[in-house]
Every structure is written in structure tokens, then in C-alpha cells.
């Protein structure tokens, strides 16, 4: 089993930067045999089916449309934690982050929110104007 835990939300003005982290714990896995993702849901709104970013066990990440140029995901398995490095936000970034583990191996199936495992509890994310 995996738990995971994220950490570093919290409230920004636009245009300004925030660093999330997820980190596992558990037993019964290795953590850089997993491949990791986070995902967002905003007030009032269904959970996104797509993640926000993704980054495949072996290092190669994918980004959506939405964040692609402000965002960085990466991770350090030494530390079994996942980031999530968020610049230039906008009031349309406020939502609550997840972060989230799958032991696929496929890359492309990984955008999917279905072939994730393991979900942490979240993490708020809220961006004024």
C-alpha cells in the first residue's frame, strides 16, 4: 500500500509562484517504480479526469494544455516526493491538488485519471486576483 500526502498549498496573488510536495510512505512498493501524477478539482466542479502533469518512472513527464509553461512537475526518489512547481498562477488555478501513483508502465495511459492506484487527500490552492 501507498499513502500519500501533499503539502505546500496556500494562498497567492496572480502572477505568483507556489511549490507543492507529495510524499509517499507505505511498504510493499518502490517508489521509483511508480509513476506519479497531479490533478486538480476546483470548487463546485467535477474532479479533472486528466492530469494536470504526469512523470513516468523513468523520468519523461507531460504536461496539459493549461499548465504547460508554468508549471514543473519532478520528483526525488531518494525522498519518495513528488513537486509540483507552479509559476505564473492565475485565478483559474484555484482548486484543490492532488497528487496521485500508478504502477502502469504505459506512457500515454497515463493522462488518465483511471490508471491511477493511489490518491493523496489533497491540497488547497487558491489565487487571487
Known amino acids: 500500500q501507498v499513502q500519500l500526502v501533499e503539502s505546500g498549498g496556500g494562498s497567492v496573488q496572480a502572477g505568483g509562484s507556489l511549490r507543492l510536495a507529495c510524499t509517499a510512505s507505505?511498504?510493499?512498493?518502490?517508489?521509483?517504480?511508480?509513476?506519479m501524477a497531479w490533478f486538480r478539482q476546483a470548487q463546485g466542479k467535477e474532479h479533472e479526469g486528466v492530469a494536470l502533469?504526469?512523470?513516468?518512472?523513468?523520468?519523461?513527464?507531460m504536461y496539459g494544455d493549461s499548465v504547460k509553461g508554468r508549471f514543473t512537475i519532478s520528483r526525488d526518489n531518494s525522498k519518495n516526493t513528488l513537486f509540483l512547481q507552479m509559476n505564473s498562477l492565475k485565478p483559474e488555478d484555484t482548486a484543490i491538488y492532488y497528487c496521485a501513483a500508478a504502477e502502469s508502465e504505459r506512457f500515454w495511459s497515463l493522462i488518465s485519471r483511471t490508471e491511477y492506484k493511489y490518491w493523496g487527500q489533497g491540497t488547497q490552492v487558491t489565487v487571487s486576483s
Open positions: 502533469a504526469f512523470i513516468h518512472r523513468d523520468g519523461r513527464t
Open positions: 507505505g511498504s510493499g512498493y518502490t517508489y521509483s517504480m511508480l509513476s
